[in-house]
């Protein structure tokens, strides 16, 4: 048994995560919208890797025997006032994930959960990973205009992107 307000923390993440999804999925479609399909199959994508998070976590609670709570969620973000500003929005989100990750991680360290700490070390490491992506979209984004070749370009490369569970673990 997990300490109850690590347990608490833990189902609030999961929560959190499946909102993420949510709202990559609100973004993808913004996308669809505005008719660039490779940026929604990058968002889509991008809901389901948070998904797959939400579930890790949901996982973990139920292998060491914590009940999960799945909570209602707030509507997310539907209109953007541009691409960049929907990115903008995601490199933000990440930022409130990756802070909450390091609450959950601290909170492991204090109660020498080590179980728990090796699961947020996993996360920590993908929010590295997750940043630095929207950074690196941004600075694409900021370069170029939308009407550009460069952006219709830039539409086609994201969607060639994939999720692979497996590659994940």
Excluded: C
């Excluded at 199959?41 to 996982?59: P, S």
């Excluded at 973990?60 to 929005?89: C, W, Y």
């Excluded at 694409?140 to 460069?150: L, N, P, Q, T, Y």
């Amino acid at each position: 048994m997990l300490p109850d307000d690590l347990t608490k923390a833990l189902n609030n993440q999961v929560n959190f995560e499946f909102y993420a999804a949510h709202s990559y999925t609100a973004i993808a479609a913004y996308f669809a919208n505005q008719g660039f399909k490779g940026f929604r199959n990058f968002f889509l994508v991008q809901a389901e890797e948070e998904r797959f998070h939400a579930m890790k976590i949901y996982n973990f609670l139920v292998d060491v025997g914590e009940r999960v709570i799945i909570d209602t969620m707030e509507q997310p973000k539907n209109l953007f006032q541009s691409p960049l500003e929907a990115i903008e929005h995601s490199l933000a989100q990440e930022k409130d994930v990756t802070k909450a990750i390091y609450k959950i991680a601290d909170l492991a360290t204090e109660h020498k959960e080590h179980a728990t700490m090796a699961l947020m070390n996993w996360f920590v490491e993908e929010q590295v990973e997750e940043e630095s992506m929207f950074r690196d979209m941004i600075a694409k984004v900021k370069r170029i205009d939308v009407d550009s070749s460069a952006f219709i370009m830039l539409d086609s490369e994201l969607g060639k992107r994939s999720f692979d569970a497996e590659e994940e673990h």
